[in-house]
């Protein structure tokens, strides 16, 4: 059968959102708890008509649709070609959506579809294209492996228990340190640590330059100061006889399915030294008292695969369960 891959036109909107409408339930982690899935699918149904609505405005989106040689729809595409990488704000190539009618899931339509992305992505010079899929759903993500895209990153979910007593105790006899909000002279220490530790936050499938890392390197932080002073972000420090041990960032967050509100943890950075000393420990566990303090039960973060020392703590220790995974492709 042939297949046509071509951009939207209006004709094809109600097919758009009829499709989508079916597909939105695949998009949600099952490991996520308490999901309306009608409120979702309205959710996404109205963001999509304001997608639709906007398209011809957006350059930078193209909205493609698989047809046969009837000119009947199978499925459509959604890429954003000036998204930019979480960590050095590089430029890549983003999917928000692929979906194809189940009448033609087992047909090339999807795979057509991702070609003519990936094609517009190379087009617009992207080195990258990436998309994000719940952790369970084998079936697509080995879809996008066959096709040569690659695992990049995780993110983790938890639900907090309600009633559950997570207090951290400060008494520096108990622990040998301190936990307590960062303060406007605490700044050099925690840039200078991420700097240091960098590496670990960027997956090496990125194969970024040397002079890249380090323009990274240098401007990664700089608008961490207004952050924190605004409450866009929150950080506490770890503390012993006033020396600073480690840190952890984070921020109130969204989800962008389901919108609920969750604490994501940015970092937990601690100092070479004192790794092994349960500094780690305290902070991850203040970041859950802060976040019940706040009246706030998720959890969530992004770690890269290769930082495998982090995804183990994470899982392990902190009971965080593998909700999504990352999936990147070089163009």
């Known amino acids: 059968m042939k297949i046509n891959i071509h951009e939207i036109s209006k004709k094809y909107y109600p097919f758009v959102l009829e499709l989508a409408s079916k597909t939105v339930e695949m998009q949600v982690s099952p490991v996520r708890q308490h999901v309306n899935l009608t409120s979702v699918r309205e959710k996404y149904i109205s963001e999509m008509k304001q997608v639709l609505n906007l398209i011809k405005l957006i350059p930078d989106y193209k909205f493609l649709i698989a047809s046969d040689s009837h000119d009947e729809p199978l499925g459509y595409l959604l890429l954003d070609t000036a998204n ?40 617009k010079g992207l080195r990258h294209i990436a998309l994000r899929l719940p952790f369970t759903d084998e079936k697509r993500i080995n879809f996008f492996i066959s096709s040569g895209y690659e695992i990049e990153r995780k993110r983790f979910y938890k639900k907090l228990k309600e009633g559950e007593d997570r ?29 240091e530790n960098l590496e670990y936050l960027i997956s090496p499938l990125r ?92 959890m969530s973060a992004d770690i890269v695969l290769s930082n495998r020392r982090s995804i183990m703590f994470t899982t392990r220790y902190f009971r965080y369960d593998p909700e999504q995974v990352g999936l990147l492709k070089g163009l």
């Open 207 to 298: 194969n970024y330059s040397h002079e890249e890392m380090e323009h990274c390197r240098e401007h990664f932080c700089d608008d961490l100061e207004d952050r924190l002073k605004t409450s866009h972000i929150v950080s506490f420090v770890a503390e012993e006889e006033k020396k600073l041990l480690g840190f952890f960032l984070v921020a109130y967050n969204e989800d962008h399915l389901t919108g609920q509100g969750e604490a994501y943890v940015n970092n937990i950075i601690v100092e070479k030294t004192v790794m092994g000393k349960r500094v780690s420990n305290r902070l991850g566990k203040k970041i859950e008292e802060y976040a019940a303090s706040k009246g706030i039960s998720i």
């Open 167 to 195: 207090k951290v105790l400060n008494e520096p006899e108990k622990y040998g340190f301190i936990i307590r909000p960062s303060k406007a002279e605490d700044l050099p220490f925690m840039v200078r640590l991420i700097k």
């Open 84 to 123: 930019n990488e979480m960590v050095t704000a590089i430029p890549q190539a983003w999917i928000f959506d692929l979906s194809v009618t189940e009448a033609y899931r087992e047909s090339s339509a999807a795979s057509e579809l991702l070609k003519k992305a990936e094609e517009i992505s190379r087009e």
